[in-house]
Structures are given as structure tokens and as C-alpha cells.
């Protein structure tokens, strides 16, 4: 106000912006939304019972019976192995150096092979063999692909190679 009881034009300027404080509640406000916004399909998901499908392990008998099988062909024993939400029996091997006779796919499919032959009388009928070599880095995976054998097709097993 001015000396003679007015409102000046600059006093009033002042009042009209948001300052500091209030940028800063904006933002805040704005990122909250956008947050939420980014969650809120996955928590409706989750209040619907809808749950991301996850690998489970295998049995240890079960297991047993496939590193028998494999080490009774001299092969390496995998570096996991569990059923995926796709129900297949999933066998990763995981190769520091690889050094077989073979190529890479011919591993994979002999693998698959014994896998399966070792699981017979249980109620998997597809399998995958995935060969994994040396990292090339801290925390990369170098993949050489993946071998499926698929029970009652007529060429059941086969090779997807690394992308």
C-alpha cells in the first residue's frame, strides 16, 4: 500500500506469483501423480489376484535324477533348473570355457535329450536346455541359444540360436 492508502501496482505484483515454496509444492504435487499414475495398473492387478507368473524349482528328487542323468553321458552338471509359468522343465547350463567335442546346438540337443529321457514317467512333456557361456562382462550373459524338445511333435527337438 502507499503512503496515502492505495494499493500500488508493485505491492500487488508481488502477491501475485507462485515464489519458491510454492514451485517446489507444485513439482512435488505433479511428481506424486505421475507416480502414481505409473502404478496404479500394477496395484489394481494386484487387488484383482493377478499375479506375475515366477519359475518354480524342481524337486530334489527330481533334480537328482536329471544330474545323474547328465553326468552318466559326461555332461556337466546345469547351473539351474526350474519349471516355467509355461510348464516348462527349464535346464540352464552355464559354460566358463567352452570346450565339448561339439558345437554349442549339438550340446544343447543332447542335453534336452537326456533331460527328457531322464524325466519320462513324470508329467513334463516339454523341455528346454538353455547354453550360456563365458559373461563378457560383469553382470551380461553371452547366450548361445536354447534347444526345445516338444513331446508328440514331429520333429521334436529344436535349436533357437542366440538374437
Given at each position: 500500500?502507499?503512503?496515502?492508502?492505495?494499493?500500488?501496482?508493485?505491492?500487488?505484483?508481488?502477491?501475485?506469483?507462485?515464489?519458491?515454496?510454492?514451485?517446489?509444492?507444485?513439482?512435488?504435487?505433479?511428481?506424486?501423480?505421475?507416480?502414481?499414475?505409473?502404478?496404479?495398473?500394477?496395484?489394481?492387478?494386484?487387488?484383482?489376484?493377478?499375479?506375475?507368473?515366477?519359475?518354480?524349482?524342481?524337486?530334489?528328487?527330481?533334480?537328482?535324477?536329471?544330474?545323474?542323468?547328465?553326468?552318466?553321458?559326461?555332461?556337466?552338471?546345469?547351473?539351474?533348473?526350474?519349471?516355467?509359468?509355461?510348464?516348462?522343465?527349464?535346464?540352464?547350463?552355464?559354460?566358463?570355457?567352452?570346450?565339448?567335442?561339439?558345437?554349442?546346438?549339438?550340446?544343447?540337443?543332447?542335453?534336452?535329450?537326456?533331460?527328457?529321457?531322464?524325466?519320462?514317467?513324470?508329467?513334463?512333456?516339454?523341455?528346454?536346455?538353455?547354453?550360456?557361456?563365458?559373461?563378457?562382462?560383469?553382470?551380461?550373459?553371452?547366450?548361445?541359444?536354447?534347444a526345445r524338445y516338444h513331446e508328440g511333435a514331429p520333429h521334436p527337438v529344436s535349436w533357437e540360436p542366440a538374437r
Amino acid at each position: 500500500m502507499s503512503p496515502d492508502g492505495e494499493l500500488s501496482h508493485e505491492s500487488s505484483a508481488k502477491k501475485k506469483g507462485w515464489g519458491p515454496v510454492g514451485c517446489v509444492l507444485a513439482l512435488l504435487a505433479l511428481a506424486v501423480g505421475v507416480v502414481f499414475a505409473l502404478l496404479l495398473p500394477s496395484l489394481i492387478e494386484r487387488a484383482a489376484g493377478k499375479k506375475e507368473p515366477t519359475a518354480q524349482t524342481l524337486s530334489v528328487p527330481l533334480q537328482e535324477k536329471i544330474d545323474t542323468a547328465l553326468r552318466a553321458q559326461r555332461f556337466p552338471v546345469p547351473q539351474s533348473t526350474e519349471i516355467a509359468s509355461n510348464g516348462y522343465l527349464v535346464v540352464t547350463f552355464q559354460l566358463e570355457s567352452f570346450a565339448p567335442r561339439v558345437t554349442p546346438q549339438q550340446f544343447a540337443e543332447d542335453a534336452v535329450v537326456i533331460v527328457r529321457n531322464a524325466m519320462l514317467g513324470t508329467a513334463f512333456q516339454d523341455f528346454r536346455v538353455t547354453l550360456n557361456g563365458p559373461p563378457p562382462g560383469p553382470g551380461l550373459i553371452r547366450r548361445y541359444g536354447s534347444a526345445r524338445y516338444h513331446e508328440g511333435a514331429p520333429h521334436p527337438v529344436s535349436w533357437e540360436p542366440a538374437r
